[in-house]
């Protein structure tokens, strides 16, 4: 769900088994205020205009990791009572590889979510995705063949124009988005393309029954300032502040970025993204071996797993965690440092453990 600088945001809607249930509070925030010591940065990108019925489309790369989410959704930007409600999304939460979810929020934040399951790993290439909104109804559509459509009383009460807009964002809720672990940071999902289409039935070229004619397409060759802005606001339920420099452009793509507070502004790790996906798991060598103070320790992963990697030494006693948490498929390096323990030279072993895999390898420490 969407959180917007003039509210946090409240989900709280029991829906059937199909549907999902996201208890949370909005706060009142309003345009221009920021919430101090908020703990990572993040990025929205917003159209200045507002718009009333059409098809919006993007073309998204998501990004993985438990408790972040990326979006395209539109949104009335109001400063009155809740009951101006309206807004509909396409939400791509990390902590799953085979899910989108689909939501159009009403007046006084009354949800009506989707959770969509799909036959792709969303985090691991583009994929196009929209949705037509007409007074009559709401469908979502993905790779250009329609996957999910709401036609309740409730899409008659979407009257009120919306901006396009796109962000990332780290929620508290954790039994919605799932535990959040920083050492993710930094990631971007990336926007390659949006496109606008007016409602227009009877005369239109695209979309459904050809009801629709496109206005515009924004291939994101830098920022646009006569359509866009950039956001620089947070709220009550989100750890990450927003912040313009976390908007970047590299040929002919959009990063947003969720990054650390040191972190803003720089593009980072975006060459991971673009690795292939290992096609096993796997524990490597620690290199430097012989280490001192610290070493750094590689594996991969083919598929999400619960992920918990320990240091031992030789008594069969834990010296250290360095990772419990879920992660996404990937390539990933931890580094391990004796000092931040105060360990004698001498011969320890660390284990991965990701799902049911488990692999045990010898290291040592000459000081």
């Not at 989900?11 to 059937?16: C, E, G, R, T």
């Not at 930007?77 to 902590?95: A, K, P, Y």
Request: proline residues 6%.
């Amino acid at each position: 769900m969407t959180r917007l600088p003039l509210y946090a945001a409240f989900i709280a809607l029991a829906v059937s088994t199909a549907m999902a249930q996201v208890p949370t509070l909005k706060l009142p925030l309003y345009l221009g205020q920021s919430m101090a010591g908020k703990p990572f940065r993040g990025a929205e990108y917003r159209t200045k205009d507002a718009f009333i019925y059409g098809r919006f489309e993007v073309r998204l790369r998501s990004v993985p990791g438990s408790g972040t989410l990326s979006t395209f959704f539109t949104y009335h930007d109001f400063t009155g009572s809740r009951d101006q409600w309206n807004e509909i999304d396409i939400e791509i939460l990390g902590r799953y590889n085979n899910e989108v979810q689909f939501n159009v929020i009403t007046a006084n934040e009354v949800s009506h979510v989707k959770r969509h399951v799909v036959d792709f790993n969303p985090h691991q290439a583009f994929h196009d995705y929209a949705f037509e909104w007409t007074p009559w109804y709401v469908a979502w559509f993905i790779d250009g063949r329609e996957v999910y459509r709401q036609t309740e009383r409730h899409i008659q009460t979407l009257t009120r124009p919306q901006k396009i807009m796109m962000n990332i964002w780290q929620p508290i809720y954790t039994d919605w988005t799932g535990v959040f672990d920083a050492r993710i940071l930094p990631v971007y999902p990336r926007y390659d393309y949006v496109r606008y289409y007016d409602f227009t039935p009877g005369r239109g070229t695209a979309g459904t029954d050809s009801s629709f004619t496109l206005r515009w397409t924004e291939n994101f060759d830098g920022f646009n300032p006569d359509r866009w802005e950039r956001a620089s606001h947070t709220w009550a339920a989100n750890n990450a502040q927003f912040v313009p420099e976390n908007i970047f452009f590299r040929d002919g793509i959009m990063l947003l970025g969720l990054t650390l507070p040191d972190q803003a502004g720089q593009l980072l790790s975006v060459e991971r993204l673009d690795a292939p996906t290992p096609q096993t798991f796997c524990l490597e060598q620690n290199y430097p071996n012989p280490f001192n103070p610290s070493t750094t320790i590689a594996y991969k992963l083919p598929i999400a797993s619960d992920v918990r990697l320990t240091i031992y030494d030789t008594l069969g006693r834990e010296v250290a965690t360095l990772v419990n948490t879920r992660q996404q498929a990937g390539d990933y390096r931890v580094q391990f440092s004796s000092s931040a323990y105060a360990l004698p030279s001498g011969v320890y072993f660390y284990r991965l453990q990701a799902g049911s895999f488990l692999e045990t390898k010898k290291m040592l420490l000459v000081k």
